[in-house]
Nanobody, 116 residues
């Protein structure tokens, strides 16, 4: 089993920054993909950012490009999401996701609230 624990959420004013962290534990294998998804109140969960094993390949949804940066530290089994220039529409529960062939695991989520 794979377990994920997110941290770093909170309340921030528009224009501010937050850094989310996610630690992976359990029976993992190398070369897994990590991603961040988010779910705003009353909306479907949506993709935010993803990163490949080496960190060389990153992907972002259009609404966060240029503001969010995903990174990882494989030695620490951790993935991060640096969020800058936050907007009220970024308010959501942010979920960490682990994907490897046959395994798709989620964390419990961390709340990010951006006030205007």
């Amino acid at each position: 089993q794979v377990q994920l624990v997110e941290s770093g959420g909170g309340l921030v004013q528009a224009g501010g920054s937050l850094r989310l962290s996610c630690v992976v534990s359990g029976r993992t294998k190398d070369r897994y993909i990590m991603a961040w998804f988010r779910q705003a109140p009353g909306k479907e969960r949506e993709f935010a950012a993803a990163i490949g094993w080496t960190g060389g390949n990153t992907y972002y949804t259009d609404s966060v490009k240029g503001r969010f940066t995903i990174s990882r530290d494989n030695a620490k089994k951790s993935v991060y999401l640096q969020m800058n220039s936050l907007k009220p529409e970024d308010t959501a529960v942010y979920y960490c996701n682990y994907y490897q062939a046959g395994i798709n695991a989620w964390g419990q989520g961390t709340q990010v609230t951006v006030s205007s």
